[in-house]
Antibody, heavy 119, light 109 residues
Framework: EVQLVESGGGLVQPGGSLRLSCAASRFTFSGYWMTWVRQAPGKGLEWVANIKQDGSEKYYVDSAKGRFTISRDNAKNSLYLQMNSLGAEDTAVYYC????????????WGQGTMVTVSS | DIQMTQSPSSLSASVGDRVTITCRTSQSISSYLNWYQQKPGKAPNLLIYGVSSLQSGVPSRFSGNGSGTDFTLTISSLQPEDFATYYCQQSYSSPPEATFGQGTKLEIK
């Protein structure tokens, strides 16, 4: 079964950093754009960042620019999100998703990893 | 930036009902409109892509329609497992940023 598994979430103090990982399996990871989407508690979905197949293009939501870095290691079938200068507004479940693919949809999602920014 | 307006924000319905959720965009997005279902504590699940194409494994009671700026998701006969939150999503812009609607929580009447 095609699968994405996130890890690396946890409790971090304001101003701190965290690195999320997403391990892909049973599909050709290097053939797809990949994306991070987050969901604050009780709120809707927010696109955070995406990265092209070879890592040559990366895009971020305005609130993440300059603080977050998306990257990938195709040899390890892994996607990453380095998050710096974290604030309470970054508290959310972070999902990795495959895509944008057909019609720019996200067709496979991980189970999510919770990031809590609090002192 | 393309703005999305999804309505209603919540909806109460009974098993067997036909329900329609609407998504409106601030500018034409061609056919780059997708729908997701999310159940509590779970990741979103792609239902419909490209306005009206059913994702593999999704029951045929789900359908999508629309063009330009106005789109709908219809569930023809609600089943108990359909009570969830639904989101529309567009990625028309270049570079490929994505925007989600605010969500529609579908509850049992």
């Amino acid at each position: 079964e095609v699968q994405l598994v996130e890890s690396g979430g946890g409790l971090v103090q304001p101003g701190g950093s965290l690195r999320l990982s997403c391990a892909a399996s049973r599909f050709t990871f290097s053939g797809y754009w990949m994306t991070w989407v987050r969901q604050a508690p009780g709120k809707g979905l927010e696109w955070v960042a995406n990265i092209k197949q070879d890592g040559s293009e990366k895009y971020y939501v305005d609130s993440a620019k300059g603080r977050f870095t998306i990257s990938r290691d195709n040899a390890k079938n892994s996607l990453y999100l380095q998050m710096n200068s974290l604030g309470a507004e970054d508290t959310a479940v972070y999902y990795c998703a495959r895509g944008p693919s057909k019609s720019n949809a996200f067709d496979i999602w991980g189970q999510g990893t919770m990031v809590t920014v609090s002192s | 930036d393309i703005q999305m307006t999804q309505s209603p924000s919540s909806l109460s319905a009974s098993v067997g009902d036909r329900v329609t959720i609407t998504c409106r965009t601030s500018q034409s997005i061609s056919s780059y409109l997708n729908w997701y279902q999310q159940k509590p504590g779970k990741a979103p699940n792609l239902l419909i892509y490209g306005v009206s194409s059913l994702q593999s494994g999704v029951p045929s009671r789900f359908s999508g329609n629309g063009s330009g700026t106005d789109f709908t998701l219809t569930i023809s006969s609600l089943q108990p497992e359909d009570f969830a939150t639904y989101y529309c999503q567009q990625s028309y812009s270049s570079p490929p940023e994505a925007t989600f609607g605010q969500g529609t929580k579908l509850e049992i009447k």
